[in-house]
């Protein structure tokens, strides 16, 4: 398995546009994990996802912040509009169980300008 | 609710003395922690997992100690090697029927040759 895959790597852009993250997990997880991390407040969870649906959003920051997974390898985090304190590198990772090691992508390195 | 913290920020240390990372966390002591490795630009990779009834763990060069009394757990590197330079994070879980980890902010380890 090629791992859990992320895109774009980078992405630049101005604030008040839309941005929107993917990620394939690895095949055969049932859970998927977005995060987003910073030097301030380091690796935070966002929202997970089990079995395709979405379990605990709290961490996500407010409403113009949202995600989906319409299927089992497949997930999209969107920001809009996007605002410069957004930039950060979000992270997806997936794991088989709830209690088992994650595995994270590459990351995708978000600026708003 | 529950909160892990890595004290130390950054741990410059030299090439073959052992080095030692603290890991603490508040409330009940959970079922498990699990340790992390990052390196820049990558996402992070699981190293170990310990379980609350286990006192110690090894890996090859690696060690991780659960004190239930303490609230505390050690990660230990024997005979470091500049290759071993990199952020190190621990997770537990979030406790409940949640599925998700919460993770310290990591210290940065630096191995001088």
């Known amino acids: 398995d090629a791992g859990v895959i992320q895109s774009p790597r980078h992405e630049v852009t101005e604030m008040g546009q839309e941005v929107t993250l993917r990620c394939k997990p690895i095949?055969?997880?049932?859970?998927l994990f977005w995060y987003r991390q910073t030097m301030m407040r380091g690796l935070e969870l966002l929202i997970y996802f089990n079995n395709n649906v979405p379990i605990d959003d709290s961490g996500m920051p407010e409403d113009r912040f949202s995600a989906k997974m319409p299927n089992a390898s497949f997930s999209t985090l969107k920001i809009q509009p996007s605002e410069p304190r957004d930039s950060a590198v979000y992270f997806c990772?997936?794991?088989?169980?709830?209690?088992?090691?994650?595995?994270f992508g590459p990351g995708t390195r978000l600026t708003v300008l | 609710s529950q909160k892990i913290e890595q004290n130390s920020e950054a741990l410059n240390i030299q090439e073959g003395k052992t080095a030692t990372l603290t890991c603490n966390y508040t409330n009940y002591s959970p079922a498990y922690l699990q340790w992390y490795r990052q390196d820049p630009g990558r996402g992070p990779v699981f190293l170990l997992l310990?379980?609350?009834?286990?006192k110690e763990k090894r890996k090859e060069r690696l060690k991780v100690t659960f004190d239930t009394t303490l609230k505390q757990s050690l990660f230990h590197i024997t005979a470091p090697q500049p290759a071993d330079s990199a952020t190190y994070l621990c997770?537990?879980?979030?406790?409940?029927?949640?599925?998700?980890?919460?993770f310290g902010k990591g210290t940065k380890l630096s191995v001088k040759p």
């Open positions: 095949s055969g997880h049932d859970y």
């Open positions: 310990i379980r609350e009834n286990e």
């Open positions: 997770a537990r879980p979030a406790g409940g029927s949640q599925g998700n980890l919460i």
């Open positions: 990772a997936s794991s088989f169980n709830r209690n088992n090691e994650q595995f």
